[in-house]
């Protein structure tokens, strides 16, 4: 998945670009809603400082959402939104809409952005892992978006990774948490049959915040201890190759600048695109999704027809998520 920098760079260009007022008006009142939806799951592989001492399995939850279930995951969510009278008589009903909401389109610009980058990045993985030999394919993989990470910011900011930490500057109220602890709960069950508990949700977006703090700076003690131990310790090692680089550029033209062609591994269609126009394109797509999506909430289009946007497809692949494909 493109790292966090990346989703929040992208998130806020799509709300730049957004010419529906009222979802304009909803993200802009509830923003720190936006920025953690535009994390979508991944929130949950930062559970445990340390994950040898935990005994759950709270870091597959992202992997479970990213992987399975899409349509009937973003369908539910919506529905949480929409059709949850129990939750809605405990909170008002219109700010729970919009704290709902604001979240789901932030979650929204981070499943596009992922379904759209995912085939470039893993194309780039396949192609140097015979160069970086030593690395696990997860390891080689969270490493490229880690530089991308840079490389984006440097270009849309000027900005080194430890100038910047809008993307962690997130302060949700009590009932607003008490309700994305409660969207997930209803979601992980009805979806996936896992429990969770509110506070595991709540751990999990507390430690995502510090870690990402912490692990800005390169050459951070605490960065190469904390990534060397989840390396060693934990059995989905996510985030083992997040250390963010001081280097501009990378002798592998990641953002394939030079308009090289390369070979979508899932589809094997072949492509000169960039990046960048990767990353513009998405924009577009973001934006047509909640256009369908301000049309079905306006009763003028049916969830029939909002799911065709998402059609099944992963996170991962850009394909149906029935379609297992090795290594990844």
């Known amino acids: 998945m493109p790292n966090s920098i990346t989703h929040y760079l992208f998130a806020m260009d799509c709300l730049d670009n957004l010419q529906i007022k009222s979802v304009k008006d909803i993200i ?51 529905s949480y939104s929409t059709n949850n009278s129990y939750i809605k008589h405990i909170f008002d009903d219109s700010n729970f809409h919009e704290i709902t909401m604001s979240y789901i389109y932030g979650f929204l610009s981070h499943y596009i952005l992922d379904r759209s980058m995912h085939p470039y990045i893993y194309s780039l993985q396949f192609n140097l892992r015979d160069q970086y030999k030593l690395k696990s394919p997860r390891l080689l993989h969270k490493s490229i ?113 030079n308009k090289n062609t390369w070979e979508n591994p899932f589809d094997n269609t072949k492509s000169s695109c960039s990046l960048l126009e990767i990353y513009d394109n998405s924009i577009g797509s973001y934006l047509k999704l909640i256009e369908t999506l301000d049309l079905y909430l306006s009763n003028k289009k049916s969830m029939i027809e909002l799911l065709l946007e998402f059609n099944d497809r992963s996170f991962l692949t850009d394909q149906d998520w029935n379609i297992k494909y090795i290594n990844i």
């Open 28 to 78: 802009s009142k509830n923003m720190d809603l936006y920025i953690l939806g535009c994390q979508g799951p991944n929130f949950f592989t930062y559970y445990s400082y340390m994950p040898i001492i935990s005994k759950n399995n709270i870091g597959n939850m992202s992997e479970l959402i990213h992987r399975r279930n899409i349509n009937i995951f973003l369908k539910r969510m919506l």
């Open 145 to 257: 978006e880690t530089h991308i990470d840079s490389l984006l910011l440097n270009k849309f900011k000027n900005l080194k990774p430890s100038q910047f930490n809008k993307h962690t500057d997130i302060n949700l109220s009590k009932d607003e948490l008490i309700i994305i602890c409660d969207m997930y709960k209803f979601l992980l069950k009805s979806v996936f049959n896992k429990s969770i508990l509110y506070d595991d949700v709540i751990k999990c977006i507390e430690t995502f915040k510090k870690t990402e703090q912490l692990l800005n700076s390169r050459g951070n003690f605490y960065s190469r201890f904390y990534l060397l131990m989840k390396k060693r310790l934990s059995k989905n090692s996510y985030i083992d190759g997040k250390i963010y680089a001081e280097h501009k550029y990378c002798v592998n033209d990641l953002l394939n600048e």
